[in-house]
């Protein structure tokens, strides 16, 4: 995988004592990493528990990532290693449905019972893709076309610009205007 | 300000316009309402959803690990990361390493080629010298050869008691002494 220039740049921040730079990565590779830890954990709050600690693993040992790889299959390892033991772990608990709820409110998981584990927040989300999907289908032709390019093929502005034969200029302000399309479909869905 | 983030997240945009927008957006934070950092979140996301990369339930967990973050002690590792300049330059003092590595295996394939040079044509050059010294010792050999073989064989009978035996002792010596015997008949 190739080197992102912008997670090189922010992996240094961090390194040089920002964390803040830390939070960019995390609301760029959340969804991504959940969408991995979910291939082995079905359970939508202990994925999001290993999501977390995942993050955690990855800033503390920040220190030792030299860029060897790119950050994201860095990052994927760690996610990877923090599900598989997690997954052994539980092996040798007792099964989550054996735990009696009035136990559990003085747990650490007290919160994600009351808060996050409600069918609406699930509701939410599964409109949040669902709104993001569909304001993409409603997209211009060439909107949908050039977006679809850059982030499914992975092309740059000048391949594009090849493939929809017109300026590089275009392609940006249409990347853009698709983006920003989506982004007004979705504001009320989003926080 | 937004169109430039979607250049920087499709990394469209100069090392200095990378850097200063990353720190922009560093230095924002999300709990005022920052609609840069929110569309640099959402650009993701709608990646994200079109590259199908969105679980079922898809939470923004970025809240949640920020809380925990600040709890972290701050790492400090800096000049850690290999830029692309130091990799070259790092690929540049390997391949200078393996010239090195190279050069002095050719010179030893070329020594060990004189060296056998020397030795297969050295013994041609005084072919003649040779064969004079081993016709001379042929001739002296096949005299001096019988009889000392048989010098030897009357002294290992006569000191066959004195050898060392480390199995059986004296079957050996016993052994050797008639095998002597039947020769001599």
Not at chain 1, 2 to 22: M, P, T
Not at chain 1, 26 to 34: H, L, N, P
Not at chain 1, 51 to 62: G, L, P, T, W
Not at chain 2, 98 to 108: E, I, R
């Amino acid at each position: 995988m190739e080197q992102d220039e912008n997670d090189i740049v922010l992996v240094e921040r961090v390194q040089n004592g920002d964390k803040q730079a830390f939070n960019l990565l995390v609301e760029k590779y959340q969804f991504r990493i959940k969408h991995l830890v979910s291939r082995f954990v079905k359970d939508s709050h202990e994925q999001e528990d290993i999501v977390q600690e995942s993050f955690i693993k990855a800033y503390r040992a920040i220190s030792r990532f030299r860029g060897d790889s790119a950050f994201y299959t860095w990052l994927y390892r760690i996610a990877v290693n923090t599900s598989k033991n997690y997954l052994v772990a539980m092996s040798r608990r007792p099964p989550a449905q054996d735990v009696i709820a009035d136990e559990m409110v003085h747990s650490r998981g007290a919160e994600r019972l009351v808060e996050s584990n409600s069918p609406e927040q699930i509701a939410q989300n599964d409109q949040l893709v669902e709104a993001i999907k569909q304001s993409i289908s409603a997209l211009p032709e060439e909107l949908k076309q050039a977006i679809q390019l850059r982030e499914f093929d992975g092309l740059s502005y000048e391949d594009i610009a090849v493939a929809m034969n017109c300026p590089i200029g275009t392609v940006r302000s249409r990347i853009f205007r698709a983006r920003e399309a989506i982004e007004q479909a979705i504001a009320d869905l989003v926080e | 300000m937004h169109e430039e983030i979607s250049q920087l997240i499709d990394q469209e945009l100069n090392p200095e316009q990378r850097s200063a927008l990353l720190e922009r957006l560093i230095n924002t934070d999300t709990r005022n309402n920052d609609t840069a950092r929110k569309s640099w979140k959402c650009y993701h996301l709608i990646g994200n959803v079109i590259r199908d990369e969105v679980p079922s339930t898809g939470k923004d967990l970025s809240a949640l690990v920020r809380d925990k973050l600040e709890k972290e002690p701050t790492v400090l590792a800096p000049l850690s990361i290999k830029k692309p300049g130091s990799n070259e330059r790092q690929n540049a003092r390997q391949n200078a390493r393996k010239d090195v590595w190279k050069s002095v295996g050719l010179f030893a394939i070329a020594a060990s080629l004189v060296v056998v040079a020397v030795a297969t044509l050295m013994p041609m050059k005084f072919d003649g010298i040779a064969f004079q010294l081993t016709a001379s010792s042929k001739a002296f050999n096949t005299s001096q050869a019988i009889r000392f073989s048989q010098e030897f064989d009357e002294m290992l009978v006569k000191h066959a008691e004195f050898t060392a035996s480390p199995g059986m002792n004296g079957l050996i010596a016993y052994a050797k002494l008639v095998s002597a015997e039947k020769l001599q008949q």
